[in-house]
Structure formats: structure tokens, C-alpha cells
């Protein structure tokens, strides 16, 4: 709407433009009760935006932890008496005790040739290449280029045939360093037993000195295992055993629930349903020395209540045996050492008061779910009543911009005539006065 042009006070000498927007500002008083409004709306959207993200990740959290096999409830913990016995579990093994006692550890297979030559002699007879052996696979032919000895160590080494070459210095002739050559698997085991020829099938290099490749071996209570390398996986289910390279002796291995990370997950599960419950708290404050942003709200102290409720199991007994309880100030407490002595006694028992479908995280991810659904929680519908009113309000305030300026205008045009009146008048005081002295001057000449 134009703006209507006034006369601030040309005529009256009263500043009309501060009188106007004065009146203007008792005319907006319900309009800046609206904004007003608008402002403690919208702090209470974001109060229940923030507590409906906390609720969502108590949900994923108790989600997590409800599952045995997922959860830390599955983990293991494996340990051995022997350094040089290492052990590992996964969530497939069972908690036991057994003994393992090392057999042998694995082996490469080793060629130790007994002739020294120089680097750059010649060493593989009339031809330039040699042959690679091996047990049920074809003859491997490596090009060795001229054939001397440092050709071969890097011909061997650059054909990735499983085998592997080391030059080894013993000493000097004629001034000329001399070398031996050692030829070794990669791999350890019984099956990887090689041979090493000139392209005749004559030896190298003299006889060579074999050291067999093997295969580690355990026993476990009488029971013998094997394998090509150090490491046994799965001889018993879900057990890793590995041997250092000088293992030997006996090893008592036992594998046991982690007790400890159960409890640290416990306890970190239920400082995050305290973290929710403190926040509702707040928000809900009504006393006289606090109030929170939502004071008062009974949906929100429903939410609190059915997450402390979740303590108590259907069938009416409680989670105090496990060391979970609610205290006298509505939290979550959570007693580490009820909780291991529980744990230690009855492993499965304690495990299951947690998990599955009635467990307590299951029933904390019930209530959390039904706060925070996307689309019919009720943390979430006031979140949308509360928009709702923001929505309400704003169109209001949009209706008093209108009206406001209507006044405004009214105003000012009416300020504007009360100058052009009395600037009129003025004019007619003047015109009188000087008609008056006029005449006042011709009667007394």
C-alpha cells in the first residue's frame, strides 16, 4: 500500500512523526504477542527435533545390543598359558578349556647349494636356463639370460614360481668375493618340496644340502591336527591357534565370554537411556526456581515413565539382580559388580534378561520407536502440532502487516489534515489582523 506523505508539525509545531509511530506501537501490541509466540514455538520444535534424534539413537542402540549374535553379548575372549601359542576367537566358538600341546611347527622347503662361486660365474651348465620341480605340476623352465650366478638368484626370484633365492656371502678367493646360493618356498609345508636342475636335469652347483619342507602339527586332548602353515583355523569351531616360530611345551587355552566389554556395553547403553531421561527432564521442568522449555508436558513425562518402566520385566519381576535399577530421582542405575557377579554365574541367564524380544533393551527400543516414528510417534506429532501452531501464528502476524499499515495510514492523514487545518487558520488569523489594523489606522487619520 502507497505510503500517505505528511506534514510533521509545520503548522501545530508538535512533532507528529514520533506521535504517529508512538500510537503505532500501542496499535502492534497483540501483533508483538504473536511474535512473541512464534519465538517459544519454534524453541520448542527444536528442543523436541534434538530429544527425537536422541530417542532415534537410543532405538538403534538397544536395537544392536537386543541381538545376541550381532551384539557384544557373542563376544569372546581366548587366552593361552604359552607365549609361543597364540590364540583367537570368534563369536562361532563355545566357552571351554583345552590343552594344546605342539607337535612341530611348519617348515619351507630349503636347497643349501655346497658350491661358492663369484657373482658373475657362469652356473648353469651348457644352456642358460634352469628347471623348476615339483610334484605333480609341470616342470617350470626359468630363463636365467647369461646364466651367471647373480642372474640366477634374480631369474628364480622375478618368476613367481613359489620359490624364492638369496645370495650368501662365505668368504673370498683371489681377491673375488664367493657366494652360495640357498633356494627356499615361500611357503611352508610338507607339499612344498621342489627341485632345482640345469636344463639337462644335472645338478646345480654340486650337491645341495635339503632341508624339508613340513607341517606344523597339535594335539589337543590325543586328538592330532595338522596344517601346510602355523596356523589352525576352525580345528576347534570358531578358535584360531597359531604357533610362534620356535613354539613348543603345552599350552592350557581357555575361552571365555568377554565379561568385561559386556560390561562397559552395559553401562554404555544405559548412560544413554540416562542422557534421554535427563533431557526430558529439563525440558519438563515446572518448579519455581527452573522451568524448561516445554514445562509441564504431559507427553514427554509419558515417554520418561514408559523408559524407566522398561526396567521392570512383563512378568513382574526386576532387573536388580543384574544390577539395573531406577532410582529415588527417576534414573537409570547400573551396578557393574551385580552385573559380573550375574554374568559369571549364569552367563546365558543374564544374557537372555537383556536380549530377544522381551529383553530390556528390546522393550527400552519399543518405547524409544513409538516416541520417535518418523510418522506417527508421538514425539514426532508434536513436533508437528507445535509446527502447525508456528504456522498458525505467522499467518496472523501476516494479517497484522496489513492492518498496521492500514493504521498507519489512517493516522498520518489524519495528522496531515490537522496541519493543513491549522495552517489555514493561521492564514485567516494573519489576513484578519492585518484587515483589522488596517482599518484601525484609517479611523484615527
Known amino acids: 500500500m502507497a505510503g500517505t506523505s505528511s506534514i510533521g508539525g509545520l503548522a501545530s509545531g508538535l512533532d507528529t512523526a514520533t506521535i504517529v ?28 527435533q534434538k530429544l527425537n534424534t536422541a530417542l532415534q539413537s537410543l532405538a538403534t542402540a538397544a536395537k544392536a545390543m537386543a541381538v545376541p549374535a550381532t551384539s557384544t553379548w557373542s563376544s569372546l575372549t581366548a587366552t593361552s598359558s604359552n607365549t609361543g601359542v597364540s590364540i583367537a576367537a570368534t563369536s562361532a566358538a563355545t566357552p571351554g578349556a583345552f590343552t594344546v600341546t605342539v607337535g612341530q611347527t611348519a617348515l619351507t622347503h630349503q636347497l643349501a647349494y655346497a658350491d661358492a662361486h663369484s657373482r658373475s660365474d657362469v652356473v648353469t651348465g651348457a644352456t642358460s636356463s634352469v628347471v623348476l620341480k615339483r610334484a605333480g605340476e609341470p616342470d617350470l623352465q626359468i630363463d636365467t639370460a647369461n646364466g651367471t ?30 657366494y652360495r ?9 610338507a607339499a612344498q618340496a621342489f627341485e632345482l636342475t640345469d636344463s639337462s636335469g644335472a645338478a646345480l652347483l654340486g650337491d645341495a644340502t635339503v632341508r624339508a619342507g613340513r607341517d606344523a602339527s597339535i594335539d589337543i586332548g590325543g586328538i592330532t591336527a595338522t596344517s601346510a602353515s602355523n596356523t589352525f583355523a576352525d580345528v576347534v569351531p570358531g578358535v584360531t591357534i597359531t604357533l610362534g616360530a620356535a613354539a613348543t611345551g603345552s599350552a592350557d587355552v581357555t575361552v571365555a565370554r568377554d565379561a568385561e566389554a559386556q560390561s562397559a556395553a552395559v553401562k554404555g547403553f544405559v548412560d544413554q537411556l540416562n542422557a534421554v531421561l535427563t533431557q526430558i527432564s529439563t525440558l519438563t521442568a515446572n518448579g519455581a526456581e527452573a522451568k524448561g522449555t516445554l514445562a509441564g508436558d504431559s507427553t514427554l513425562r509419558r515417554v520418561a515413565g514408559a523408559l524407566q518402566d522398561a526396567v521392570f520385566p512383563p512378568e513382574g519381576t526386576s532387573m536388580a539382580r543384574f544390577g539395573i535399577q ?14 559380573a557377579s550375574s554374568y559369571a554365574a549364569d552367563p546365558v541367564a543374564t544374557a537372555a534378561a537383556f536380549t530377544g ?29 507445535h509446527t502447525s501452531t508456528i504456522t498458525r501464528l505467522n499467518a496472523s502476524i501476516a494479517a497484522w502487516d496489513d492492518r498496521l499499515e492500514l493504521r498507519r495510514a489512517t493516522l498520518e492523514r489524519q495528522y496531515t489534515a490537522l496541519e493543513t487545518a491549522l495552517s489555514q487558520l493561521n492564514s485567516q488569523s494573519s489576513w484578519l489582523t492585518s484587515q483589522l489594523e488596517a482599518l484601525a489606522n484609517s479611523t484615527s487619520s
Open 181 to 189: 646360493l640357498l633356494v627356499e618356498s615361500s611357503a611352508t609345508g
Open 21 to 48: 509511530n508512538q500510537l503505532m506501537t500501542l496499535e502492534a501490541v497483540s501483533q508483538t504477542k504473536l511474535k512473541s509466540q512464534v519465538t517459544t514455538e519454534q524453541g520448542k520444535v527444536t528442543a523436541l
Open 357 to 385: 524380544a522381551d529383553g530390556f533393551a528390546a522393550r527400552v527400543q519399543k518405547v524409544a520407536d513409538a516416541a520417535s516414528d518418523k510418522y506417527d510417534g508421538t514425539v514426532t506429532n508434536a513436533i508437528t502440532s
Open 149 to 178: 650366478l647373480e642372474e640366477l638368484a634374480a631369474a628364480i626370484n622375478g618368476a613367481d614360481a613359489g620359490v624364492r633365492a638369496t645370495l650368501v656371502r662365505t668368504g673370498s678367493a683371489g681377491g673375488t668375493d664367493q
Open 326 to 339: 531406577v532410582d529415588r530421582y527417576g534414573k537409570v542405575t547400573f551396578d557393574a559388580e551385580v552385573f
